[in-house]
């Protein structure tokens, strides 16, 4: 799997960009790495989805 990080922006609601930082702080995680995650655990979440319908 390639690890190179590419730039990826896009708008959010004022209100989960709060959460969003407030998580930061609380775990001590950058809000780059929470939303990898996310965006890791939405692609699951999908996947496992296509698999039942097959």
Same mark, same amino acid.
């Given at each position: 799997?390639?690890?190179?990080?590419?730039?990826f922006?896009?708008?959010?609601?004022?209100?989960?960009?709060?959460?969003?930082?407030?998580?930061?702080?609380?775990?001590?995680?950058?809000?780059? !790495?929470l939303?990898?995650?996310?965006?890791?655990?939405?692609?699951? !979440?999908?996947?496992?989805?296509? !698999?039942?319908?097959?």
């Amino acid at each position: 799997m390639n690890d190179q990080k590419k730039m990826f922006s896009t708008r959010i609601s004022n209100r989960l960009q709060k959460e969003l930082k407030h998580l930061s702080v609380d775990t001590e995680k950058s809000i780059s !790495k929470l939303t990898e995650e996310a965006i890791q655990d939405l692609l699951k !979440k999908y996947k496992k989805k296509e !698999k039942k319908s097959v």
